[in-house]
């Protein structure tokens, strides 16, 4: 259906286009017009273009590819002008919020994935589908070294702060603040000479800080006290809570620990309150490794590139919707190009449009946009990237680069670098810990960022 669509919108772009004026003449759309096999049928249809000019005078009009609208969204966490091939996780996130409104015992939902393969924004969506059912929502960032106490205590604010005005006793609400500004005070923080200090962020919250619940100073039992008390207020109001945890492979380990173990009381209970998570694809063995139990806890979807005709709908969707299209041919060629990753998708698509001068896009506008995509992707996707590796960081890196595409021994890179393994370790580990490689079994490893290895190819040293 997808691609009936596509074709019968490509042939109808292409009728018009040969009857119309070119709106932004230049060099390279001439060259082109006369390369189109379609050229010579013009003058025949000149005239029945011109009886059918005052009513196709809009669709000639916008003919015009205009860079104003280029609906393309390339970067972390950007909204996608259309959200292509996720029907099936959005589904069952409708279904996981479903069931545990009814009550229902339900596991919540993890989403894996290499980066830009759109985690983040998946993320979102499931937020706006729990926000749609009028669930009290807040989401965190995972980060390195940083304990998730605070941020939780920050975005299960926001959770009930939605939902207090649908509470019929205040009080209710206010007890709760109590609890989670007590659980906010209770961790130790690191200060900036890495000693431990107590808490003194205050949330904005104006009751005084409860006593003898959250407060106990262990993550696990706070976390699995204050996550109970948020899901009874969420009882109350006949709804539900989702926290969100993106790039949860960054909480420490420890946290985790308490995460997986605050959970699995949680689901035991049946209280209304889910946590759901994103990351890279070493995520499910992170929490494997934390709580063996975790396997049962959480459902996992490995997201990935998008299927063909996943990516034509990506592009052609938001294209047809300012009256612009693309051949069939420039829809392979794209393809080819970005391999089916959303942002690369993104990526050639944003400079594409600006480049072509008037619709349907073409495999040649994709060959004179290319250079510029593939130097903004250089920049802004692997670039960005590869300067935060150290130099020995940066060796590993080519070293795993020249062994392949596919995951690799830890021992060959090492033999690659005439190395002992061991004396690798340091630069394996601030690799995994930067985001930049992941363990994908025991002793291999693999790019998180899809066609590093190709892109490291290409640099010099
Ligand atoms: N289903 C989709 N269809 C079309 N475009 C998408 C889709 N999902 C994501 N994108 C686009 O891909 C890009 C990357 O998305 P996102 O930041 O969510 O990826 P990510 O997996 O979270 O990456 P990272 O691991 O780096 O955080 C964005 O520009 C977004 O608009
Ligand atoms: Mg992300």
Known sequence: MVATATA??????????????????????????????GARGATRRTAFYANLRPQLYRLIESETVDPVRN???????????????????LRQFEVVLERVARGRPERSMIITGLRGVG??????SFRSLAIQRL???????????QSVRR????????AVRELAPRHRAPDRIEEFLGVLKAFAQAGPEDDAKGKARVHRWSPGIDVPAARGRADSGDLEIDLTELLSDAASVATDVGSGIALFVDEMQDVPADDVSALCAACHELSQNGGPLIVVGAGLPHLPAVLSASKSYSERLFRYARID??????????????????EVTFTPEALDALYAAADGYPYFVQA????????????????????????????????????????????????????MAALGDEPVATSDVAAELGRKPSSLSP??????????????????????????GTFLRTQTA
């Open 305 to 322: 590139r998008l299927d063909r005709a996943s990516a034509d709908v990506a592009l052609l969707a938001p294209a047809e919707r300012e």
């Open 135 to 145: 669930w009290g929502t807040g989401k965190i960032e995972a980060r390195p070294d």
């Open 348 to 399: 050639y698509a944003k400079v594409v449009w600006d480049v072509a001068p008037d619709s349907p896009i073409t495999a040649e506008d994709i060959r004179v946009a290319a250079p510029e995509a593939e130097s903004e992707l250089a920049v802004g996707f692997f670039g960005s990237r590869y300067e935060r590796a150290t130099p020995a960081e940066r060796d590993y890196m080519r070293a």
């Open 71 to 89: 609906p393309y969204a390339p970067g972390a966490g950007q909204r996608p002008p259309e959200l292509a091939g996720r029907d099936r996780e």
């Open 427 to 452: 630069a394996r580990d601030g690799l995994i810990k930067k985001g930049l490689i992941y363990s994908a079994e025991r002793g291999l490893v693999a790019f998180t960022v899809p066609h590093f």
């Open 119 to 124: 985690k983040t924004v998946l993320l979102n």
């Open 8 to 37: 019968q919108g490509a042939a109808r772009n292409r009728e018009a286009g040969q009857g119309a004026a070119r709106c932004r003449p230049d060099a390279r759309a001439g060259a082109r017009a006369d390369a189109r096999p």
């Open 151 to 158: 941020p939780i205590a920050a975005a299960l604010h926001m």
